[in-house]
């Protein structure tokens, strides 16, 4: 009877641990193929993303790169860009981010510009920076929205919120053109608001 009692007892145990067995296996097997599926949509979104923004460069993106050369007047400078990428359509266009420019002229002077972006032309040596453009010449700091050096006029204008701090006083202005040639900035103002003013710089200005 005891026996009887005993086997009654053991066939009980084992059915509900192997009740509870299916229950779990069934639950977390589910669960597991849940999370496996988001796992793999969300991975293969990523290296879907990735495969199409590395058919977007297509291998025209390049890191800390730099282009050296001489203007027109045989002034030496050197352009830097953390950045670039070719354009597609027009193939002597490098569109740039995170840029430094540094011109060394004949009379020992330099000029530095620094820009978010920059357009450099491969041919011309022509350059468009853009964006939170900061230049330094002589003892005087330039701060600007954008910035065109052209190799073929042997100029530099620099436009859109202009500001020149110098040790002789602060300058706002609409638009700056330097002359590379004559060394002259001529500070003009769209307005007529702000200030028109003639600077020799060979005289230390800017």
């Known amino acids: 009877m005891i026996s009887r009692k005993k086997k009654l007892r053991f066939i009980q145990l084992f059915l509900l ?10 639950y977390y097997n589910k669960d597991s193929e849940l999370k496996n599926k988001i796992i793999s949509s969300t991975t293969k979104e990523k290296v879907k993303k990735q495969s199409d923004k590395d058919s977007e460069n297509d291998g025209n993106t390049f890191y800390n790169i730099e282009y050296t050369g001489l203007d027109l007047n045989g002034n030496r400078y050197i352009l830097k860009s ?30 530095y510009i ?19 453009v900061k230049a330094q010449y002589a003892d005087s700091e330039l701060f600007a929205e954008k910035a065109e050096f052209s190799n073929t006029n042997n100029y530099l204008i620099i436009h859109e919120n202009v500001k020149i701090n ?6 706002i202005a ?13 500070i003009s103002s769209f307005n007529n608001n702000k200030v028109n003013a003639n600077i020799n710089l060979n005289e230390k200005r800017f």
């Open 174 to 186: 609409d638009k700056l053109l330097f002359d590379i040639t004559k060394k002259k900035l001529d």
């Open 82 to 111: 953390e950045e670039a990428t070719l354009d597609k359509s027009k193939v002597e266009i490098v569109h740039m981010k995170i840029v430094s420019a540094t011109f060394y002229f004949k009379d020992n002077t330099i000029l």
């Open 166 to 171: 110098n040790t002789r006083g602060n300058v």
């Open 114 to 132: 620094w820009s978010d972006e920059a357009d450099y032309n491969n041919k011309t040596f022509d350059m468009k920076f853009e964006k939170n």
């Open 17 to 26: 641990i192997l009740g509870i067995l299916i229950i779990y296996n069934t």
